[in-house]
């Protein structure tokens, strides 16, 4: 199996491996979990720290661009709503540093090099969400971006990150749908109304598709990342899917996907669609899309004036321990 897949960056063919890393890759590719004490590649374990470290940011720097627009929901029960979904990205990025944690990386040590710049979160959290109607287009595309992806990494081989992606899923699935319900509401609303949901859908849709990654031809990690079952698709077939799943929806709102090429081809069964401009990817990857400096710039705000109540929790804690060390004398 490893030796049908593509050599990546770094990777190695089996005849290139030490028998502790033949007996690894025999134990992916039987489908075992890997669990935090076992051995591993270093690079196995660097590749997971980069990608759930990447992941867990993205949850939590996500919760800016809808955290925008929570005092200024249409309504108490649209407001609870999106609440409760920016509440439950931070509770996405709490199980995944905690994963992160399992391989030997502290959550405080990730923290640094998110505020340093030397990790990345997902290029769709740098552009701004202008109207209500972004509330709608995120939760659909964004989130369901987010579900396509995520759903096969509910069997990736790294035991913890496993079972957080099956939490996160669940979750995952009433943030799209609550997206689209209030898609539904906006393109069945005024015309102004429509107006906007398309807007928000004609800003939102290419940002979307680049959530996937770069294209195959150009994935660094994705042949060594599918050997080793860290990734479980490439960026191409998730992208796909994405395109093919989304395009009906967009039609029952009765919006149009921006992309005067997209084509239903009957011989591959998909859609053909216009690939997103990678060089607008790529700036944004180097911090230059709309909102790039304002999202750091919140997530070391809030790390900053949060200090004072870490170092409170740490005496506390210090305090208790003291107290039971006295107690159990
Ligand atoms: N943005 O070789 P590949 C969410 C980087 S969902 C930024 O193809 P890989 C939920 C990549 O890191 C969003 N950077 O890389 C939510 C690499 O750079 P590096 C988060 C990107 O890792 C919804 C370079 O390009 N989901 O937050 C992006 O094999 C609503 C080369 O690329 C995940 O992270 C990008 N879009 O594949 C929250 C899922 N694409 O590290 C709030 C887990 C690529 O060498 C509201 N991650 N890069 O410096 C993955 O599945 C993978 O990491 C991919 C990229 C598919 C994102």
């Known amino acids: 199996m490893y030796a049908q897949v593509v050599k990546s960056e ?3 063919t089996r005849d290139e491996m030490t028998p502790e890393e ?28 980069r990608q759930i470290g990447q992941h867990a940011h993205s949850e939590i720097v996500g919760q800016l661009p809808e955290g925008n627009w ?6 108490l029960e649209r407001k609870a709503i999106l609440l409760a979904k920016v509440q439950d990205e931070a509770g996405h990025g709490l199980y995944l540093y905690s994963a992160a944690e399992t391989l030997g990386v502290s959550r405080d040590e990730l923290m640094e090099l998110l505020h340093a710049g030397k990790m990345k979160y997902s290029s769709i959290f740098n552009y701004p969400t202008l109207t209500w109607a972004d509330m709608g287009a995120v939760g659909w595309l964004v989130d369901g ?29 009433f943030h799209q749908r609550q997206g689209y319900a209030i898609m539904m509401k ?7 109304q429509k107006r906007m949901a398309q807007d928000a859908l004609n800003r939102l849709w290419y940002p979307s598709l680049m959530m996937f990654g770069p294209s195959d031809k150009d994935s660094v990690h994705s042949a060594q990342s599918m050997a080793w079952k860290i990734k479980m698709n490439t960026n191409d077939e998730l992208r796909q899917k994405f395109v093919d799943q989304t395009v009906p929806q967009a039609e029952y709102l009765g919006l149009t996907v921006p992309d005067p090429d997209l084509k239903w081809n009957e011989e591959k069964g998909g859609y053909d669609f216009s690939e997103p401009d990678w060089s607008e990817f790529y700036d944004v990857l180097a911090g230059n899309g709309p909102c790039n400096k304002d999202r750091l710039g919140a997530r070391v705000k809030a790390w900053e004036d949060g200090a004072w109540f870490r170092d409170a929790l740490v005496v506390h804690a210090e305090k208790a321990a003291a107290r039971r060390a006295v107690a159990a004398e």
């Open 186 to 192: 906006m393109a069945q609303g005024t015309p102004a």
């Open 145 to 173: 971006a987010a579900i396509m992806n995520q759903v096969p990494l509910q069997r990736t081989s790294y035991g913890p990150y496993s079972r957080a992606m099956i939490r996160i899923c669940k979750e995952e699935s």
């Open 10 to 12: 770094g990777s190695k």
């Open 70 to 75: 929570i005092t200024r929901a249409p309504t």
């Open 22 to 49: 033949l007996a690894f890759q025999d134990r992916i590719d039987r489908g075992e979990k890997i669990e935090p004490k076992e051995w591993m590649p270093e690079g196995y374990r660097k590749t997971l720290i």
